[in-house]
């Protein structure tokens, strides 16, 4: 991380409990549509995540590379990512710019086919499971007068109600 950027949004208090994620890497260039403020310097990085939508879809029933078991049965989680970049620009009166992006992301979690002897299709009409976005790191890297690379590490967790 560079030291003088304040990164805001990073969730402290993860979950321990985890059963049912996904963990990805979010990266992307975010350009200013207009050059006439340059960027310099970026003073900080917030971000906010919200779950735009859960669905259940069906996948086949295998083994993945990984090895991990695939029950048929995935989340299909819409995330949207809210970024405001706070910058520095090269002119006499040093005022602080902004660069707002928002980037909508598709992840996916395996879940059961069921758990208790209930279908995950049950748990989901009657919306007992919750999907929660955590920001596990953040960086930020400024490429050029009019772009910057930002990585955000993300997990979701879907808790399932009983």
Do not use: W
Request: glycine share 2%.
């Amino acid at each position: 991380m560079n030291d003088h950027i304040k990164y805001i949004g990073i969730n402290e208090d993860l979950p321990t409990d985890i059963k049912y994620f996904k963990e990805e890497i979010v990266d992307g260039i975010l350009f200013k549509k207009e050059i006439a403020k340059p960027i310099e310097e970026v003073v900080s990085l917030s971000v906010n995540s919200k779950i735009s939508s859960i669905k259940l879809i069906n996948t086949s029933i295998r083994t993945s590379n990984e090895g991990k078991k695939l029950s048929g049965k995935k989340l299909l989680v819409e995330v949207k990512l809210s970024y405001t970049v706070r910058y520095t620009s090269n002119t006499i009166e040093k005022y602080l710019y902004l660069l707002k992006n928002d980037i909508t992301k598709i992840m996916y979690i395996v879940v059961p086919k069921e758990i208790d002897d209930c279908k995950i299709e049950d748990f989901v009409r009657k919306k007992k499971i919750q999907v929660q976005p955590f920001v596990e790191d953040l960086y930020i890297e400024n490429r050029c007068s009019s772009s910057v690379y930002i990585r955000t590490l993300l997990l979701l967790n879907a808790n399932i109600k009983m």
